[in-house]
């Protein structure tokens, strides 16, 4: 990763345009950040501007003609490049547009690139590039673009395997108690790599996810299923014992390497996980169909089957309910519901992928409804091929009120 950086700081002595390739959880944007705040302490103070190009169409990008009045409007783009030119001469600016390549907006681009450093605009402006700005782009895949733009940039291609998963788990045990440090190092050291090549290796998820996405998702876990409490700045664990830490790090590695996988192959992750036979498995009886999965970690710290957890569905007595709004309790939808909670009382986004009709909506729904009312209101929105950014902007407007200047707030009362 810092020889990535240092690549990426000899690019941008000799281009003025530079790209940055590489899935997502690479670290290309925390790369950026790192070389800008390095070469700001070595006395060169550096300031990035970043937009999506992808999110906006390409005149709102570059800017449109009222072909009617002869009116200009200016774009995203186009202001933000006037801008580089107003800057004082001792900061350094760079423009980093951030999302996927296109052929629409990055063939307007070619000029810029180039050694005229140009931006040539629809109502006949001609804007130079200003000598102490940089034009970067951070994309996935250069799938869409012209082999005249490719030229045109200089290339840094961060790998997934640049940043593996140590990185980040020590950044997250940074944060924790000392007592959890070494006990849950040694745990993911044991165990995770090895998990995580034999499901790429042998089974097939259902989602093409990185190293970094999965230890994301089990620090994530662990986070909400252990509390933390500050003393005198400094956090304190609540002083779970080693074997309950065990069994909840077992709980989450099921839930993160585990969670893309279909019934058969969780149970061959199982077999794969107890032959390595150095972690206190839950006792699943696989002739009754259960595997670990069927199994969480109770307050005491023990293993109890989802199924005891299961609430009695009681009928309202004095009512009839919508059929729709009818949701029996079963292993499944308490055990996402109860996955739900820990990642979403974070702050933390949550997806849930699955067929048609297996009630992925109403899970959310009903986890919704939980919610205070004076807190928090929850929209559903639905989106397909022909959603536009613009429409998804629009429906979150319609729902909150402009207070002043860019705040905006739920309708009053």
């Known amino acids: 990763w810092l020889l990535k950086l240092i690549q990426l700081y000899e690019t941008q002595r000799v281009r003025h345009g530079m790209m940055m390739l590489g899935p997502t959880g690479a670290g290309k944007t925390k790369a950026i950040h790192a070389l800008m705040e390095a070469m700001g302490a070595c006395g060169s103070h550096h300031r990035e501007m970043r937009m ?6 390409a005149p709102q990008m570059f800017g449109i003609l009222d072909a009617a009045t002869n009116d200009w409007t200016d774009g995203i783009f186009s202001t933000l490049w006037r801008r580089t030119l107003k800057a004082k001469k001792t900061e350094s600016v760079w423009l980093t547009l951030d999302g996927p390549v296109d052929a629409i907006w990055i063939e307007n681009l070619n000029s810029v690139l180039d050694d005229n450093k140009t931006l040539t605009l629809a109502n006949g402006d001609r804007i ?13 895949n250069i799938d869409n673009a012209s082999p005249a733009t490719v030229s045109r940039n200089g290339m840094t291609f961060m790998s997934s395997s640049v940043l593996d998963w140590k990185p980040i788990l020590q950044g997250w045990l940074n944060c924790r108690p000392l007592s959890e440090k070494h006990i849950f190092f040694s745990l993911f050291d044991k165990i995770f790599m090895e998990a995580y090549e034999f499901i790429v290796v042998s089974l097939n998820p259902k989602m093409v996810t990185l190293q970094c996405q999965y230890i994301r998702q089990a620090c994530d876990l662990l986070e909400g299923l252990i509390p933390t409490f500050e ?18 790090f077992v709980f989450s590695l099921m839930w993160s390497l585990g969670a893309l996988l279909e019934l058969d192959e969780r149970y061959m992750l199982q077999e794969f996980i107890a032959e390595k036979d150095c972690l206190d498995l ?20 023990e293993w109890v089957h989802w199924l005891s957890l299961v609430p009695t569905y009681e009928y309202p007595p004095d009512s009839i309910p919508r059929y729709v709004s009818i949701l029996v309790p079963n292993v499944d939808n308490i055990r996402t519901s109860f996955l739900v909670k820990t990642i979403a009382s974070q702050e933390k986004a949550v ?18 409804n939980k919610y205070d ?29 402009k207070r002043m200047g860019t705040t905006f707030g739920p309708p009053s009362g």
């Open 52 to 57: 999506n190009p992808k999110a906006i169409t």
């Open 128 to 140: 130079p590039m200003s000598p102490n700005c940089k034009i970067l782009f951070e994309v996935h």
């Open 231 to 248: 003393v005198h700045g400094a956090q304190e664990s609540t002083g779970y014992s080693p074997l309950h830490l065990e069994r909840l």
């Open 282 to 301: 839950p006792p699943a009886d696989y002739s009754k169909g259960d595997t670990i999965f069927e199994y969480t970690v109770s307050e005491e710290g």
């Open 351 to 368: 997806l849930l992928i699955g067929e048609q009709g297996t009630a992925k909506t109403v899970m959310i729904k009903s986890y919704m």
């Open 373 to 401: 009312s004076e807190v928090r209101l929850s929209k559903c929105m639905n989106f397909s091929s022909a959603s536009t950014p613009g429409m998804f902007q629009a429906a979150i407007e319609s729902y909150v009120e």
